[in-house]
Structures are given as structure tokens and as C-alpha cells.
């Protein structure tokens, strides 16, 4: 209805609430099942609201559990759940940007790269939330650790201090490296360029490593050979 009272069926719009629309019409509440997510006020002049699907934010829980596991059983260090959760740098950096990525998805301006600064502020650990990150990471020590816009690491990932996953010029697109799971990046490595580096491949420290790497390999030196 309008506001003088008059009936309009074309102003009508839809209310999808819980997987069931509720459609108004002259003769009641007519409701029809449909697996969409909840819009409330799509209409004109009103205030819209959308509830996404809260898939993605029970993966990102999910992911910051398996970060916060694995931190504590990858260091022998590790005495506690408590000194984890309260002195480790690396696990900090990763719970800020898993929040950060999860809102870098969903299109939130500033934000993201607001937390991405942050982190780096109170870590030393600089990852973009562009970045794309499996579950299960572990950054030891942490310091100087940087993780670029296009890049792309696998499940169960271990990664030293100083490592950069990084590009090798201004272009744009893809433009840093892709990790496979189960990967041990050593201190100071540099992996540089959209190149791939299989699963379970460990990287000496210090390396730099240029080119793709199978799967099963180790990698040392400048530029980076297989061993």
C-alpha cells in the first residue's frame, strides 16, 4: 500500500527471509521456498540489507582454527594454547588476515589493507588480502615475512622469517608465485615471479628461486637449483 492508502501491486517487492520468500499481495502473504540468502527493502527509497551467506565466515573460523593447530604442534617451542594465542606473532599476522581477506572478497574498500597495515605495524609480517591462503599455515618467528596481492600458498605451509612471495615488475594480473601444499620455505628465501612450486618441496634458506619446482623437491642457492 502507499501511503494515501492506495494499493499498488508494482511496489510490492519481495521479502526473502531464511530460504523462504513472502511475496505481499492484495489478498494476504503468499510464501514460496527458495534457497536464496536474506534481502530485506529492495524497493525504492528504502534502506537495503543484505545477509550473505555465512559459508565463507564458517571457512575462515575453520581456517583460523587449523593456523592456530598448527602452530602449536610445528614448534617444539610452544608450550601452550595460551602462549600461542598471546605471544605468537606469526598466528596474529594470520588471524588478521583471514578477517581482512574474508572482507577483501565481499568488496569492503579500505578496510582489508587497513588490517593488512596493522598487522604489519605489530608483527612485521605484511600479507595482502588479496592473497589467497589454504588452512593450516605456520610463519615461525615471522619478522619481515611478506606475501604478495596474487599469491597463492596451499594447505599446511610453513614459513620462516624474511620470506617474500613476491613479483618481479609492475605488471599487472598474476604477478607472485603459487605454492603447493605441504611446502617448507627457509629463512631469508625469496620466490619471486608467477611461478609454481609444487607439493612438498622444501627451499633452503636464503634461496631465490626463479623458476617452476616439481613436486618431492628441495631447492638451495642463488638462483635457486634443485637438489
Not at 537495503?48 to 617451542?77: C, H, W, Y
Request: hydrophobic fraction near 40%; charge should be positive; proline fraction near 6%.
Amino acid at each position: 500500500y502507499r501511503r494515501d492508502g492506495s494499493e499498488n501491486s508494482s511496489e510490492l517487492a519481495p521479502l526473502e527471509v531464511a530460504g523462504v520468500i513472502t511475496r505481499p499481495t492484495s489478498n494476504g502473504v503468499k510464501s514460496s521456498p527458495a534457497p536464496v540468502p536474506i534481502e530485506i527493502g529492495r524497493g525504492p527509497g528504502e534502506c537495503g540489507v543484505k545477509i550473505r551467506n555465512s559459508k565463507k565466515m564458517r571457512e575462515t573460523f575453520r581456517k583460523i582454527k587449523k593456523d592456530f593447530q598448527a602452530a602449536l604442534s610445528m614448534d617444539p617451542a610452544a608450550t601452550s594454547k595460551l602462549e600461542v594465542i598471546l605471544t605468537y606473532a606469526g598466528f596474529h599476522a594470520l588471524l588478521l588476515y583471514r578477517f581482512a581477506h574474508w572482507l577483501w572478497k565481499n568488496r569492503i574498500p579500505f578496510i582489508p589493507r587497513a588490517l593488512s597495515q596493522f598487522a604489519r605495524f605489530i608483527t612485521g609480517i605484511e600479507i595482502h588480502p588479496g592473497a589467497t591462503i589454504g588452512s593450516g599455515m605456520f610463519i615461525d618467528h615471522g619478522m619481515g615475512v611478506v606475501i604478495g596481492e596474487t599469491a597463492e600458498v596451499g594447505d599446511n605451509v610453513t614459513l620462516f622469517q624474511g620470506v617474500t612471495l613476491g613479483g618481479t615488475g609492475k605488471q599487472r594480473g598474476k604477478r607472485h608465485p603459487t605454492l603447493g601444499s605441504h611446502v617448507v620455505v627457509g629463512a631469508g628465501v625469496k620466490v619471486l615471479g608467477p611461478i609454481k612450486i609444487g607439493d612438498f618441496v622444501k627451499i633452503g634458506a636464503n634461496s631465490v628461486v626463479l623458476q617452476d619446482v616439481p613436486d618431492h623437491s628441495t631447492v638451495v642457492g642463488i638462483p635457486g637449483r634443485i637438489v
